[in-house]
Every structure is written in structure tokens, then in C-alpha cells.
């Protein structure tokens, strides 16, 4: 719990010297239910990531990658990669995994009803909301985009387009963000135009067979 707190005094320092803390996430799903990309970029100045990487040391992690990856292992099974990109006092931290599922107890949730296909994602979910500063709050920013197999039907995001959806999140918002959409799943390429041609075939042998 104590290491929970230090962690925040950290993230508020953070903001004060480099402004704000930004989360980027990119997600694709295909029709199988299957993640084919689920991309994490934040965004930090170095005072955080000294930190973080105290802090990884002290859960039993010999590096901030080591660390990323045992988490995002915990959450996707799938190929997951890690990398830096340092830009003079800051340090964008990539996180991917790809052709992931969902672990159990993950608070990713795949599921499907009927024709349709249902994307959930707590990841970003917290409930300390009320221990934070209000400028340490409105410091933080959170852009998601989700691609979905077909077009999306439902969703609490703030822009959707087609099969497409995007939140944009600050303060409050972005630590209590609740990701949802629903999708139409798309039938197998073709096969209308298939069985087209097969109802075709049959009605044209019928056809013959009464003229003989």
C-alpha cells in the first residue's frame, strides 16, 4: 500500500515538471474475437521512470520492461514486445501485444451474442480517483482507438465511425474510463455471392429438368 502512494507522489512530480502524464492505446479485433494489435504508449518525464523503475525493482523485477511485460502477460497471452523512445527529458513507453485473447480474470472481456461481438476494457479503471490532487487529475490524458470486426452498433465512446470508435479522456475521466462497443460480426468474404451462384445453378438445373 505504501509503494502504491510513493508511486503517486511520483506521477505528480512528474506532472509538475513535464505537464501531464498521456496514455495512447491503439486496438484491433477480428471477427474470431482474437486482438490482433493492442498497443500501449505512455508518454513520461525521466523523474517518473527513475521511479517506476524503483518501483519495479521492488515488486521483484530486475527492469521497467520486465515489469511491463510480466503486467501485460497477466492480462493478454499473445506475442508481446517492449520498447523506449527517448526525446531529451522524456520517454514514451511502448507496450504490444499481438494475436492476444484475454487471460482469465483479466479485465479485458471478449464475448459474443448472437451476430454481434462485444468489446470490453477496465484496464484503465480505477477507484482512487478520491486519493488524487485535482492537479495530478487534470494533468492525465487518455486517447484510445478501437478498430472492430464490423460496424459498431453500441458504444459509450465519444466518436464512432463505422467499424471504428475513439475516446479522448482527462482528469477523472481517463482514470475511471470504461472502453464498450458492440459489433455487427461480418460474414465470411464471398459467400453471399456463393451461395448466390449455387441457388442459380439449382434453379437453372430444376428448370431443365422440366423442359426434358
Not at 486482438?35 to 521497467?64: C, D, P, W
Not at 476494457?121 to 478498430?147: I, P, Q, T, V
Not at 459489433?183 to 455471392?193: A, D, F, N, R
Request: glycine share 6%; aromatic share 10%.
Amino acid at each position: 500500500m505504501k509503494s502504491k502512494y510513493v508511486l503517486i507522489g511520483l506521477m505528480s512530480l512528474s506532472i509538475i515538471l513535464c505537464g501531464c502524464i498521456s496514455t495512447k492505446v491503439y486496438t484491433k479485433v477480428n471477427k474470431d474475437g482474437v486482438i490482433e494489435r493492442y498497443r500501449v504508449e505512455m508518454t513520461i518525464n525521466s523523474l517518473f521512470y527513475t521511479g517506476l523503475k524503483e518501483y519495479a525493482k521492488n515488486q521483484g523485477y530486475s527492469s521497467v520492461k520486465d515489469y511491463m511485460i510480466a503486467n501485460f502477460s497477466k492480462m493478454l497471452k499473445g506475442e508481446i514486445s517492449y520498447d523506449e523512445k527517448w526525446d531529451k527529458d522524456q520517454v514514451t513507453i511502448i507496450v504490444e501485444a499481438k494475436n492476444a485473447v484475454p487471460q482469465p480474470n483479466s479485465r479485458i472481456e471478449i464475448s459474443k451474442e448472437g451476430k454481434y461481438l462485444i468489446f470490453r476494457d477496465l484496464s484503465f479503471k480505477s477507484n482512487e480517483s478520491s486519493n488524487m490532487s485535482k492537479a495530478f487529475l487534470g494533468a492525465l490524458r487518455l486517447d484510445y482507438y478501437l478498430e472492430m470486426p464490423g460496424k459498431i452498433i453500441d458504444s459509450n465512446a465519444n466518436v464512432v465511425k463505422e467499424n471504428k470508435a475513439e475516446w479522448h479522456l482527462t482528469g477523472t475521466d481517463a482514470l475511471n474510463a470504461e472502453i464498450y462497443a458492440k459489433s455487427e460480426i461480418p460474414s465470411i468474404p464471398g459467400m453471399e455471392l456463393t451461395i448466390g451462384i449455387l441457388g442459380l445453378s439449382i434453379g437453372s438445373l430444376a428448370f431443365r429438368k422440366r423442359l426434358s
